[in-house]
T-cell receptor, first 116, second 110 residues
Framework: GAVVSQHPSRVICKSGTSVKIECRSL??????MFWYRQFPKKSLMLMAT?????????EQGVEKDKFLINHASLTLSTLTVTSAHPEDSSFYIC????????????FGPGTRLLVL | GQSLEQPSEVTAVEGAIVQINCTYQ??????LSWYQQHDGGAPTFLSY????GLEETGRFSSFLSRSDSYGYLLLQELQMKDSASYFC???????????FGSGTRLSIRP
């Protein structure tokens, strides 16, 4: 499989501030990582595809200026929620794709963001 | 576009067998995956079917029928720890992106 970590696991911030979430692939060099958002009792919604060394690809309806993604190395992708508002409160999860294991994705433990 | 349908909730008894169905509509099909997610946790990979038929992994099995655009996850000898949400998912591009179904919440009672 793949071991993926996220930091922080939980974060509370004031409205208007920015929050950075880190996603690390600990045992696999990932040229591609994915960022998802999940609201309570809902499914995972893909936000964007993080590409090492190039711009992220955002899904329709996701504001790229609000959710900044940087994939500076093969083991680290960061998601920055800029000017966070209460409606951005959610569970953010990253994943690493192992195409050599049949399109399997391995997920980080997630980051729970609460914006006051 | 892509869409997946699965029941929202299923209830079963400890020790029993339960089947969670998933029907899908995709433009291009690579395979069907299943993920388990406990409350507050991240999804974990359970199985992947690229070809028709049944794949067995311990107490869990997954089935795919491409002609029917249908698959299911079969859980046997249910344990209380199997109480979780189960998502079917399909890759939908060569970029390894996947789309998830709405999830089935499995509740197990003693």
């Amino acid at each position: 499989g793949a071991v993926v970590s996220q930091h922080p696991s939980r974060v509370i911030c004031k409205s208007g501030t920015s929050v950075k979430i880190e996603c690390r692939s600990l045992d696999f060099q990932a040229t591609t990582m994915f960022w998802y958002r999940q609201f309570p009792k809902k499914s995972l919604m893909l936000m964007a595809t993080s590409n090492e060394g190039s711009k992220a690809t955002y899904e329709q309806g996701v504001e790229k200026d609000k959710f900044l993604i940087n994939h500076a190395s093969l083991t680290l992708s960061t998601l920055t929620v800029t000017s966070a508002h209460p409606e951005d409160s959610s569970f953010y999860i990253c994943s690493v794709a192992r195409t050599d294991l049949g399109e399997t994705q391995y997920f980080g433990p997630g980051t729970r963001l609460l914006v006051l | 576009g892509q869409s997946l349908e699965q029941p929202s909730e299923v209830t079963a008894v400890e020790g029993a067998i339960v089947q969670i169905n998933c029907t899908y509509q995709t433009s291009g099909f690579y395979g069907l995956s299943w993920y388990q997610q406990h409350d507050g946790g991240a999804p974990t990979f359970l199985s992947y079917n690229a070809l028709d038929g049944l794949e067995e992994t311990g107490r869990f099995s997954s089935f795919l029928s491409r002609s029917d655009s249908y698959g299911y996850l079969l859980l046997q000898e249910l344990q209380m720890k199997d109480s979780a949400s189960y998502f079917c998912a399909v890759p939908y591009s060569s970029a390894s992106k996947i789309i998830f179904g709405s999830g089935t919440r499995l509740s197990i009672r003693p």
